[in-house]
Each structure stands twice: as C-alpha cells, then as structure tokens.
C-alpha cells in the first residue's frame, strides 16, 4: 500500500531520538484501506491541532470559548466523511436486536473465512464502524468468546497489514466499550500477540494501535503484561515514535509498574537503561513518566545486589542531576519527591549507591531542598496519607540512611559497619557532608519546623557528631551556634526530642569538652539539663508524646487512618507506612530523659564553678544588676512624681544599660533573657504601669507625659548612632537579641488535625442542621451546688466545633432557667423554638428519633445533589470567616441554613468578618444591648474561655502547656461532659479594666492627637498588648517590647526632626540645614521571626482547622497586635481569610501566589462596559456588584474578548481615568500650577495624595465638591473590589494616602511623604516657633528676642504670606480675616496649614473613599500590613527582571523550549526593556502592566511562549497574544534584532482591544 512505509525504509532518515508519525485516529475508523493512514490522527497530531487552533484563536477568549477553540474538533476527511458515519450511526440504532444479532453473525463469519481475504477485511470495516458507536447497553448478541479469538487471530495476520490493524482497532473498541472485556482478551493470549506486533514492528500505525490497545488492557492486568513481556516490547523501538505515542507507551509501563510482584526482579532491570535514557530528554511529561516507572521498579526490589546493578546503569546519576537545584526540567511536586524516595531506598540497600552519592556530593543536593523547602509539610501524617508528598521528610529519610547505624540503636549491628568503612576510608566526605549539612539542619528546627522534622534533624545531627572526628566536629560546627541551638531544643516538650537533644550534647562534651564547655554554660545548655532534674520540671519530659487532648499528659495518641500513631524513633524507617498499625516499642523507654539527663551533668559538669544559681555566669548577674537597678528606680519615681532630676538618673541607667547590651561583653540569648532586663526596660518605657498594673485617674495627665518624655529619651538613645548603617543602630542590635529570644522559646504550639472519615453530620447546636465538619460529643449537666438552674437532658448533644459559649448559653438558656424562657425566647436558634427535641424531657428526644433519623437521610440527600457551590454556602461560608479569630457564634446562615434570605444578608454584611481581626467576643459584638454572660461553663473543673469557640476551649489546657496538639479521630469520639452554672458577677474585673483601658486612652486623644491613633503608643500607656494573650507567657515581655521598637523604627523620622527642632528652639543649632533629616531606618524584615511564621503557615495549611475555627488562639492575638512578626505572604493568606472567608489550602506552593482566588464558594459574572465611557461603566458595575462576593469578569461592548485579560486590562483604564487631570481629586490638579502630562495624566512622583477642599466650598473652576465625593466612594470601590478578586491596579498612591485610609493621623512630619518642599518648609517655620517659645519661657519680661525670628535672613513679616492654603489661593485658613503672616501668628500659621493640608481639609474625600471600600469588605483587616505592603497588593510589583528568573518563571511548549534560539532572543530583549517597554510588554501579554504580588514567579496561568506558525515567511508576522493565559505566540524570527522590531510594534500597537488574532 502506497501510505504505508516500513520501518527498515525509515531508518535513514531519522533523527536519532525522535521522528514525527501518525497515531490512529481511535474515535473514527477507516472507510477504505488505502485510505487508512490518512484517516487516522495521531494524539501528537491531535496536539498539532490544537496547537494551531490556537494560533488562530482569539487573543483575549477564555472560558469555555477558549477551550472550544483549543481542543475543537480534529475532524479533516469532509463533510462527505463526517455524513457517512452519521449514516452508519442512524442505520445502527434504527436496526433491532435480532437485526444486530444477524449482522454480527454474519460478520464473525465472514472473519472466519480465511479463504477470502478482502471479505474479512469488509467485515473488519463494518465491525469497526458499528463499534464506534456502540454503548454496553446496545450489544445484544454480540459474544464476547466468539469475537475476541479471531480478532487475536487476525492481528497476527502479517501478510495484509490492513487486517493486522483493523483486528487490532477491533480489540481497542472492545475495551473502550466494554470494561470488562479485557479479561477475555488476557484469556485469549491478546497481549502476547500485542507484543509480537510491537517487537516486529514493520508498521508504524500498527504499532501505534498496539500502544491504544495495551493501554487500556495494562490499566486491569498489569501482571500479565509484565509476564508476557509488555515492558521490553513498547519500548525497545520507543525512539521511532513522537513524544506524544512516547507518553502512551510510558503510560503502559507505569501502569505495568503499579503492582509488581515479589519475584519479577528478571522482567524489570533490562528496560532500566532504556528508561534512564528517558530521563534525558527534555519533554516534561515523558521524563517524569518515566522517572515514575523507575521509581516503582526500584521499590519492588530488595537485593543489594540488583540496587548495585541499577547503580551501574546510571540511574543514581540521572536522578540527582533531576532534583539538583541547577536542573532545567522543572518536576511537579510528587515526581520530584518520588525521586528522592528512589534514592533513600538505593542508599538503604546497596553500599555502591551511598558511594555514588558522596561522590556526587548528595550533601550539596540536600542542602538546598531543605533552604528551599515548605517546613509546614513536613509531616510523615498528611491529610492524604501519603507518605511520598512529602520532600522534606523523604530528604531527611536520604541523609539518615545516608549515614551509617548508630551501633546502640540496632541489634547485631557489627562494630564497625560497611557504610562507616567508607566514611573512615574517605574522611573528607564526611567532612564535606558535615559542612554542607549541620548548618542548614539547626537552620531548619529554629525556623519552627514540626515535630517530625525537628527529631529528622536531630537524628542526623546524632549520627554526623558520633561519627565525626574531633577535627572534623570543629570544622563543621564552627559556623554554627550549637550551643544555643541546643539550648533551644531543651524548650521542646517530647521525649525524643529531648533525649536526641541529650545524646547530642553529651557526645560533643565528650568529644571537646575544653571547648564547648563555657559555652554550654553561657548559653544555656547547662541549665536546661539541671531544669530537666528538678522534679515537678521532669513529670512534664520524662514520657511526654504528642498528645490528644481530652487525655493527661503522656497518654498514648492515636492519630490518622487506623488509629495508629506510629512512635517518632520509626517515622523515618525505610519500608514501613507511617500509617502501620503494627504495635512497636519506643526505642527511647530505656533512656529516660531524667536518668541521661542526671549523667551528663555529673560527669560533664561537676567542675564547673558558676555562682550559686546553676548556670549563671558573670555577664548575667551584671545584667541582673542594670535590670534590678532600672527597675527599683522606676518604681521611686512612679510614687513619687517622677521630677527632672529623677528622669535625668533613670536616663543615665538607661543608657548604662543600653551601653552593656550593645557594646559590652559578648552576650548570649539565655543571658539576654534570664536576666529580666526586657522586663524592666518594658517598666520604664511603660512609665512603671508594666508591673504596676494601673494608674490613678487622677494622674493621667503626668503619666501620659512621663512616658511620652521616657519614648522620646529611648528613641534618643536607641537612635544614637546617625550617619552610620541601619546595621550599626543599637535599636538594631537590640531587636536582633530579642528576636534570637524570641525564636529561642517555644511556646506557642501549633494544633495538627486529623480528620476522621469524611461524612455528613449531625448538629444540635447551635442549630439544627446538617454538616460536612466533624462535630464534638457533649452531654452537659448542672454543677454541683447549682440550685436556680434545672439539669439539663443527659443525652448526648452534637456541637458544631466552631461554636461559641455565647451561642450555646442562648441554646441552653431556655431549658435551663426556670424564669427565662419567655423573655429569652428572642435568642432562641429560629430551628429550635417549640421543638421538643430540644427539650429535657427524654422520653420525648427519644419518641423523635426515627423522625430525625429520616431528617438527616433527607438532609444527606439535599447535600448530595447540591452542586460544589451550593455545598459550600450551605455549611461553609459564613463560618470561615471566623475561622482564624476563634470567636463565632450562631450567624446568620447558621441559624437558617437553608434560607436564601439569610444567605444574602451575609454577603452585605461585611461587618461581621472583622472579628477575625479583633479579640471581642463574638456574641458581644452582636448583642451590644446585653453582653453580661447568664451561665458559667466549665470543662474537668476548669472555667472555660467565653472568647473562644467551644473547640478552641477544649484544647485551651494542652495548649497554655505549650504542647503541640494532634487531634485524630478519636477526638471526636470522646464525650466531654460540660457542666455549667449562673453567672453571679456579670460587672468583674474585665470590664473594669477596659474601662481603665478607655479612660487612658482618652486622656491621650485629648492631650496629643499626632500619637493617639497608634497601638504601640497605646499599649506603653497601658502597660500591656492590645490582645487577650497572658502575660505569664514567656514570649510576652518580648513581643511587648519589640512592638514598641517596631513603633519607634516607623516613627523613626518623626522622632529624629522633632529632636532637631527642640535643638534649634534651644540654640543648640542656628542652620536650617541641620533640621533635615536621613534616617536608616530599620528593614521591616529584620522584625519578621521566622519560627511563627512557620508556625503560622502551619495552621493556615491545615484545611479542618481553619475551616472548624480550630486554630490556636495565639494566632489571633499576635496578628492583632504583632503583625510584624509574620512574613507579607503569611499575613496575606490571613488576610484572605479574615476579609473573605477563603483560603486556598492547597499543598501546591503555587497556589498561594494565584492572581485570581479559586474559593469554591465564588460564582463569577460578566459585565459589559463600553471602552469609550469607561468611568461610567465602572460605577455601573460597582453599584449592582459591589457588596457581592462573585469574582467580575468583564467584556467590551462590540469586542470578542472577555476573562481574565481584558478584566485586568478594564481595571487599568479605570485606574488611568482617576488619573487624570480636572477632576479635582488630587494635589497638583489645580489651574494655577497645573502639572500635567501630554495624555492629561496628574504628575504625582511620591504618588496620588487628596487635593484640600475647604469645609465652605461646593465648588471650584467648575469642578464641584459632590462630584469629587462621588468619585472617591467610587474609587473605593474599586480599590476594595480589585483586592477581592485579586486584580491589579495602575494607581500610585503616596504612602500617606495609605496611612489616612487605615485610621492613622498625620501631622507636619507626615507632609514631608508626599509634598517635601511644603514639609520643609513647615518643619522650619515650626523650629522657629518652638524657638519662640523657648526664648518666652527662659525670659518672660524681655521680648526682643522674638521680634527678630528670621527665615532665611528674612523677616516673617517680609515674606508677605496670607492666611491662605500655599497653592490654593481659593482654600482660606481663617475665613473672613485677611491678614498676613507674622511672628506672633506664625504658630496658628503652620497648625492651620497642617490641618488644612492632611486632615480638615482631605477628611471628607478619605471618609468617601472609606464608605466605597466597606461596601465590599471592612476595611479594618488591612491594618495588618504596612503602607508599602498595601501598595504591593493593590498595585503589585515592578521589579526588574534578569534572565535567569525569568528562564525560572516562564513555560515553554509547542515548539519552543529553554534552550531554542528565538526563546534566548526574546528572553534578552526582555531583560534589556526599560520601564516603560516593560510596563507595555506585561499589559500586551497580560493586561496589566504591574505584575501581581509575588513577581513573574506569581504569574497565575504561568507565562507561557509557544512557537507560532506563519503561512509565509515568519519576519513578516507579529507576536500575538491570549491574555486570558498569559499565552504570548511568538514566531521564529531570522534575528534578534528582527524579533525586538516586531515586539516593540506589537506592544505600542497592539493595545486598546480585544479581537481575533
């Protein structure tokens, strides 16, 4: 046949791994043999297609329009083709069953017929043709044992080739139709003759059919195949095919590979070199397809021998150059993973593999897994169960299988073992090994890794120091505070931990004692040891495991799929599931932690001479001695009126002691924290409220300015060092030694879930209702010696976990209370009034249990047909919101769950989500007419936190121990009984101190305005965070004192220009210049400690925890006071949460970098709006969209584009509209000094700041005063809006902007952001009122002096300035009195200008922009971010790129890859772009012209540069974009210079819409 070419005349012309062939087209067959190969398309040419369609497909179609235009059909034999199947389909289904029953017979006879060639091949047509429309329900009289042998038969047809392929295409349709059919085809010897054709292979589209077929078969028998040779047989020739059939035929392995045997080691190593090779190309898809195969290949195989074999074909080699950091295959997670896995398992069973990988510098390898790796993963136990999702954990297996056996830790163990042979042989790989590793390993446990991570590290640690040389332990460690991390570890509370952390120290004692041993005692290690032998200390450590709640501390927690927990000492084993529930001894049982603990200390540190107190040393009795001073000090002054004098000794002491930690002698973390001075520095600055707790009302006024005046002396002190780096600040180096501090304790412990199998159930409370949430078992009962409230029903409540005591009191009210019922009925879940099952009478809850039996199965019905979305608002929406603040009670939406009246209601009230950002109780803040609690509740004795969900109160104990918690499934199963009692006292101590609270703040607000408004200041006046979280925490001096330090650092400039004015008032300074100011402040990122926001990515991670408001309280409370302490990303993430109740939970590392959030519970909708009218079209939209939560999706009027690219593309012109000129919205927009580009654009280089209008003005050279509100509740809108659904905007707002919106105040210092000539300005005629004042105050009867003030050598009268806004003639500061500037007036000057300027004058424009924006969201929950960070998410990033991030963040497919030529081109022209090619490139590819926070590497769908194919010559063609995709379609230009011509046209001219390309 003309078409159809052997292999033998092919091999010529072939390149040497790939040639591109056709693949039968499996869904249409063949109507004429000669026709054959032509009719059939190849899956590589079905890519070919869509790969075209795309080509021609609109720039800017998403959706399902864009999917169309993808993968439309690859039909191409004609309309005359498509109606003769159309006719074989109709004359199918008109026939009967007994017609069917006689064509099949008199097919099969015809195939039965060898004697007649061209009859069996017609018959063969017919039956393909019948089958490929087929269902199992329409094959009456088709047998299955009649038609499978003769097809097998046919396929080995060799001399017509036509029938071989047509049998073949026969057995495929037989599978594809009828799944069951396979096991025939294995009876019947299908896949031998499968294999022969493949190993034959004389023609291609044969072959090609035998890959269809033995995919299908080899997904139910795999064993069969690989007996029958399958493996060898798909890939000996793999390299004839494309790499879309290379995929199939890997496809058949994997499926292979899936459940070897034990014994067909034989069949599996000769395709190893084949799939090695595999591994080499550059095909994403087909390497980790064949990586996969590998990786099942070697889990199956056991002898040392055959791993030795493997090593020699090169896959140890392959395999490390795939995970190495240098590679340029990006893997996805579960490949890369596997792969580490794959060689853990060679290094645990052949010695030629742990050569190998020294050799390779493995150690290297590792040590950049684990700096890049997400920590919170890490757990053996994932919610899946699968233990290979995990690279961390699969990296740790590697380095401990790596290292040889502890001899102690396994028995018959020889004294020296194979592995440390090699080790002894080759010292220098230890060596490296030890360098490359210990670092990162103690990197890795401080930044807050979990439990099972820490004791992996650990279990390295104590294999490098064992085996280590004492020579070699120097060198490792000498980078390295071993010491202090030790000391760290100590404050861990599990066993293992703590007898590793034991084990290791006393084999670095015994090895360099003369060494370590000052050390140890210096930083804490010794009296961590000594504090593990005190008695009430060692109850805690001695058995301690992770622990289950509702059990004391050291019980046995059972966790994950079979209740098993499997100890910590056999986490890391090499063939064992972390799930197995085979019951295993600790290894650790022998060694207690008080025993070992006992014999270090006698045998390392009985020489030790150290004052009386074990391990103190000389430094820290000094610090002692500074700290006990400061304090005693503080203390006299507070009762007795602190004076000059008194301020000026404490001011002394303080800069003593800042002196001593700062410049004295080499100070360690546990000295900086034993020695209380945090304490007493948070005394001073406090001005002794700290430990004094309140101050008399009476003395407001005096305690507000000792503290003001103690803030301005430390920010004096801490700032002392200008002109020199932020590096060498003491303010540095003091919030260096409190985060080492801070990161050194460990007592904020993270809750992992587990939860039980996924089902619907049941609550009583707070409503009744069905859930897909687990939900906790409660009987309640009466307290003993309660007698006004009646006992409660003893039947067992379900409870919804994220319920609040408030919910359950309104609940329990009505039952309870024998006078209540009536008044209280308003409180009453509208589910439960009147229902008796609610009640406590028993025999009635027991008559209505068929009933709701019934009840939950109708429910279980509703919820199964609900679609994802509507699931979601069934159960979900409105409780996540609440999720992360742990304060929730019955919401709207609870209480009706099914209402969609309620659900409406939710989505405008915006308000509720801001508990998330507070600590208020959640009822409380609901119930403001009555916030007095009616019950008391209690849990084994223990009062119970009305602030938190009842869940959270149950873990409440456990966690103030400080231990992690596990919850498994068998939490849930746990009943814990609740007892509760009347309220007696509802006015106690709480509300008095909030009302001491409140009357200090109001003293501030009344005494200075320019600091009421900012927490940290707030919090030195009351002497406590403005959170819940208790002070008995050891952290809680810390982070009390590193919020005030944070506060100073912002406040920074402030501080330093109101010093210089108080030295020009004083004579100190004459030179204006002096007062300018250039302050290094601090790095935002030197206040981030890393170990909670690890801590914190942890808990966001867990989907049950943040869903059921099960995350530990500590989470809420540092935000809300400390935000700071946690990473943008981090911050982030909780931000989505609080403002939006969605979270992306997924384990993919990409998915928290999505420009478009994926909640399954937002619906989307399309908006048009017309190009030529943009600012109407947006308050259209905003008007009917905005306090929805559904992501918009816009479309232009008479354009074809719609989706992500021209949504973001309508968000920059909207943003460029409120930028332009005449609208009278911002500052420099005004006839006088109008500054304007060509296009109209205001110029703002600090950024978009409000133009001032006075209170009394409507209007202003036509622009009137209503509009401009208009536009600003607009904008707000918009800002907010694109914040939701995560959109990127073009608006440069200056950072003061920012500050206003955000409820801060500016004052004079706050001008200089965004005005800097006016800030100056005011700053000096400032200097010279204070200068004023002071020469009033030193001389009252003489003044001269201040008659001659001068600026600049000039008179104030001379400058002839009126009372009128500088800039705005038409804005008066005094209305009606025109009179000039002087001397006297200057100060009234300046203060009205300042008002004018960035608060009287813009307050009505920021409080219409604050309206707009709570529309779509509360506002409040940006507060946990900087001006900066706010910017970056509103606007995204600009950062420049290089061409290695990009080479990192940007997909190439569909011709193109890393390496080709006009992708290195395009790549540099990219780079070389300035800022406005840039901005242009990104809005033609994306339609934004900033990228979204995160960068290029945020980018969500990815960049991706496919080759585009031109018709004619490829120079003449321009690149075209699908924005919705960020899919730019490049052609291959002859030259780099051609390619930036065409580009640079293609992005200026190639804007403005949205068409077919």
């Not at 599996?268 to 980790?288: G, M």
């Not at 150690?363 to 890049?372: A, E, P």
């Not at 080759?1507 to 230009?1533: E, F, I």
Request: net charge negative; with cysteine; hydrophobic share 35%.
């Amino acid at each position: 046949m003309e078409n159809r070419r052997k292999r033998t005349e092919l091999e010529d012309q072939l390149p040497v791994d790939k040639r591109v062939c056709s693949v039968l087209d499996h869904h249409r067959p063949s109507s004429s043999s000669s026709s054959a190969p032509a009719q059939r398309a190849s899956t590589n040419s079905a890519l070919d297609t869509v790969d075209c369609e795309m080509e021609t497909s609109s720039d800017s179609i998403s959706g399902r329009s864009e999917k169309d235009s993808a993968y439309g059909s690859c039909d191409s034999d004609g309309v005359d083709d498509a109606q003769h199947q159309y006719r074989i389909y109709q004359n199918f289904h008109r026939g009967n069953s007994s017609e069917n029953h006689a064509k099949f017979k008199r097919i099969l006879s015809s195939l039965e017929d060898d004697s007649e060639p061209c009859s069996q091949l017609a018959a063969l047509r017919e039956l393909c043709d019948f089958m490929s429309f087929w269902s199992e329900s329409s094959l009456p009289g088709f047998s299955l044992d009649s038609f499978v042998p003769i097809l097998v038969k046919l396929s080995k047809h060799e001399i017509n080739p036509d029938v071989m392929l047509l049998a073949i295409r026969a057995l495929t349709y037989i599978c594809d139709v009828l799944p069951r059919s396979s096991v025939s085809l294995v009876r019947h010897g299908a896949i031998p003759a499968l294999c022969a054709r493949l190993m034959t292979i004389e023609y291609l589209d044969v072959a090609e059919q035998c890959f269809q077929a033995l995919q299908k078969i080899s997904h139910d028998h795999p064993v069969p195949c690989l007996q029958a040779g399958a493996i060898m047989a798909v890939l000996s020739y793999i390299d004839f095919f494309s790499t879309s059939i290379q995929n199939v035929a890997l496809s058949i392995v994997a499926n292979i590979c899936k459940k070897l045997p034990s014994d067909c080691s034989s069949l599996v190593i000769e395709p190893v070199p084949i799939l090695c090779n595999l591994l080499q190309y550059e095909d994403r898809k087909l390497v980790e397809n064949a990586a996969m195969c590998l990786i099942r290949i070697v889990d199956c195989l056991s002898s040392s021998e055959m791993l030795d074999e493997l090593c020699n074909h090169g896959v140890i080699h392959q395999s490390t150059h795939l995970i190495a950091s240098n590679s340029r295959m990006t893997l996805s997670q579960s490949t890369y993973t596997g792969l580490i896995g794959l060689l853990a398992r060679f290094a645990s069973g052949s010695l030629v593999a742990v050569r190998t990988l020294f050799e390779l510098n493995i150690s290297s390898i590792l040590r950049n897994i684990l700096t890049t790796s997400d920590l919170s993963h890490a757990m053996p136990y994932s919610h899946l169960g699968d233990m290979h999702s995990n690279q961390v954990h699969e990296a740790l297996k590697l380095l401990i299988v790596l290292l040889p056996p502890l001899s102690r830790d396994s028995e018959g163990i020889q004294p020296v073992s194979d592995k440390e042979m090699i080790l002894r042989e080759q010292s220098e790989l230890l060596h490296q090994f030890g360098m490359d590793i210990l670092p990162v390993l103690i990197q890795v446990v401080g930044s807050g890794a979990s439990l099972y991570v820490c004791y992996g590290c650990l279990s390295v640690i104590h294999k490098l120091v064992y085996f280590s040389t004492a020579d070699i332990l120097i060198d490792s460690l000498k980078n390295t505070n071993i010491s202090s991390f030790l000391a760290g570890v100590f404050a861990r509370k599990d066993h293992h931990v703590l007898i590793s952390a034991l084990k290791i120290a006393e084999i670095i004692m015994q090895k360099l004692p003369d060494v370590f041993l000052n050390s140890f005692v210096k930083e804490g290690v010794l009296y961590a040891v000594d504090a593990l032998l005190v008695s009430e200390k060692c109850s805690q450590f001695m058995v301690q495991k992770p622990i289950s709640p509702q059990h004391s501390s050291g019980s046995v927690h059972k966790v994950a799929g079979n209740d098993a927990l499997r100890c910590l000492c056999y986490a890391f084993d090499m063939g064992q599931s972390p799930l197995s529930s085979e019951p295993r001894s600790c290894k650790c049982e022998k060694d207690t932690v008080h025993s070992l603990a006992k014999y270090i200390k006698a045998t390392y540190f009985t020489g030790v001479s150290c004052y009386s107190e074990m391990g103190s040393t000389e430094i820290l009795q000094k610090l002692r001695s500074f700290s006990a001073v400061l304090t005693d000090n503080v203390n006299l002054s507070t009762n007795n009126n602190s004076c000059a004098q008194q301020e000026e000794y404490l001011c002394y002491i303080l800069e003593q002691t800042m002196s001593e930690l700062n410049g004295g002698d080499p100070m360690t973390t546990f000295e900086f924290i034993e020695s209380g001075i945090v304490k007493s520095l948070a005394h001073y600055l406090s001005g002794g409220m700290y430990l004094k707790g309140k101050v008399d009302h009476h003395g407001l006024s005096n305690h507000f300015n000792v503290v003001l005046k103690r803030f301005e002396t430390f920010s004096r002190v801490s700032l002392s060092s200008l002109g020199r780096k932020w590096e060498e600040m003491p303010l540095t180096l003091l919030v260096w030694k409190l985060q080492s501090a801070l990161s050194s304790l460990d007592s904020f412990p993270i809750i992992v879930t587990h939860p039980p199998r996924s089902k619907i159930a049941y609550a009583d409370i707070p409503s009744r209702r069905c859930t897909k949430h687990p939900c906790l078992k409660v009987r309640f009962g009466r307290e003993d010696g309660e007698t006004v409230l009646c006992d409660h029903s003893p039947d067992i409540l379900m409870v919804e976990p994220f319920t609040s005591l408030d919910a359950i009191e309104r609940f329990l009210w009505p039952k309870v209370s024998t006078t209540g019922i009536k008044d209280d009925s308003n409180s009453v879940p509208l589910m439960a009034k009147g229902n008796s099952f609610f009640g406590s009478n028993c025999d009635e809850t027991r008559g209505l249990q068929d009933k709701d039996a019934k009840f939950m199965e109708d429910c279980h019905k509703i919820y199964s047909g609900l679609s994802v979305m509507q699931k979601d608002k069934f159960d979900a929406k409105e409780r996540v919101i609440q999720a992360i603040s742990g304060e929730s009670s019955t919401s709207i939406g609870q209480t009706h769950p099914v209402s969609t009246k309620q659900n409406v209601h939710f989505l405008s009230e915006v308000d509720t989500s801001t508990k998330a950002m507070g600590t208020m109780n959640a009822y409380a803040s609901r119930n403001t007419e009555d916030v007095s609690p009616k019950m008391i509740f209690c849990l084994d004795g223990k009062l119970l936190d009305r602030s938190l969900t009842l869940y959270q109160a149950i873990l409440q104990r456990p966690v103030n121990e400080g231990h992690d918690i596990i919850v498994d499934p068998s939490f849930w199963n746990e009943v814990y009984k609740v007892t509760y009692r009347r309220a007696e006292d509802p006015k106690g101590s709480d509300s008095q101190k909030c009302f001491h609270g409140s009357r200090i703040i109001s003293a501030c607000n009344e005494l200075r305005t320019s600091w009421k408004k900012l927490p940290f200041f707030s919090s030195m006046l009351l002497g406590e965070l403005p959170c819940n979280l208790d002070k008995s925490n050891p952290a809680y001096d810390i982070l009390f004192l590193l919020q005030i330090l944070e506060g100073l650092n912002k406040h920074a400039f402030h501080l330093i220009s109101h010093e210089r004015c108080n030295a020009f008032a004083e004579g100190r300074t004459n030179n204006f210049d002096d007062l300018k100011v250039t302050v290094p402040v601090i790095p935002q990122t030197e206040f981030l400690c890393s170990k909670l926001t690890e801590k914190l990515e942890q808990q966001l991670r867990d989907p049950l925890a943040v869903s059921i408001g099960g995350m530990p309280s500590w989470c809420c409370q540092l935000m809300n006071a400390c935000p700071f302490l946690f990473s943008f990303e981090a911050r982030r993430k909780y931000f989505r949460l609080a403002a939006f109740g969605s979270l992306k939970c997924s384990n993919d590392l990409s998915g928290a970098n999505e420009r478009r959030p994926h909640g399954g519970v937002l619906l989307r909708e399309k908006f048009k709006v017309h190009r030529s009218n943009i600012m109407d079209s947006a308050a259209k939209m905003m008007d009917l969209h905005a306090r929805k939560k559904t992501i918009l999706e816009v479309e232009y009027s008479e354009e074809v584009g719609t989706g992500l690219g021209p949504t973001l593309e309508f968000y920059t012109l909207v943003s460029h509209e409120f930028q332009k000129a005449g609208l009278g919205m911002w500052r420099n927009d005004h006839c006088s000094t109008l500054q304007v580009e060509d296009r109209g654009f205001v110029l703002a280089p600090l950024g978009l700041f409000p133009r001032p209008w006075p209170a009394g003005l409507d209007s202003s050279k036509g622009i009137y005063m209503s509009e401009v509100i208009k536009k600003f509740v607009l904008l707000g809108k918009i800002v907010a809006k694109a914040l939701q659904d995560g959109r990127v905007l073009d608006l440069p707002f200056s950072k003061a902007f920012y500050k206003l919106i955000l409820g801060q105040e500016l004052d004079i210092y706050g001008i200089h952001s965004f005005d800097p000539e006016l800030g100056r300005t005011l700053l000096e005629f400032q200097a010279l009122v204070y200068r004023k004042k002071f020469l009033d105050s030193v001389s009252r009867e003489n003044t001269t002096f201040t008659s001659d003030l001068c600026f600049h050598n000039t008179r104030i009268e001379d400058l002839c300035l009126d009372f009128t806004l500088p800039g705005y003639p038409d804005y008066e500061l005094a209305p009606g009195h025109n009179k000039m500037v002087n001397s006297i007036n200057l100060d009234e000057y300046v203060s009205l200008v300042v008002d004018a300027t960035v608060r009287s004058g813009v307050y009505r424009q920021v409080e219409a922009f604050k309206s707009g924006f709570n529309q779509v969201f509360p506002l409040k929950t940006l507060q946990i971010f900087t001006e900066d960070e706010i910017e970056r998410l509103v606007c995204g990033e600009q950062d420049t790129w290089v061409f290695g991030e990009l080479l990192d963040h940007v997909k190439f497919d569909h011709g193109y890859t890393a390496s080709s030529r006009p992708v290195i081109n395009l790549l540099e022209i990219v780079e070389e772009f300035v800022g406005n090619q840039r901005r242009a490139f990104l809005q033609f590819v994306t339609g934004a012209p900033r990228l979204p926070p995160g960068g290029l590497a945020a980018l969500h769908p990815k960049l991706t540069i496919v080759r585009k194919h031109c018709s004619g010559s490829s120079d003449g063609d321009l690149p075209s974009v699908m924005t919705c995709a960020n899919y730019l379609k490049l052609p291959p230009y002859s030259s780099k210079e051609r390619m930036r011509e065409r580009l640079l046209y293609a992005i200026t001219e190639g804007q403005g819409s949205f068409h077919l390309s």
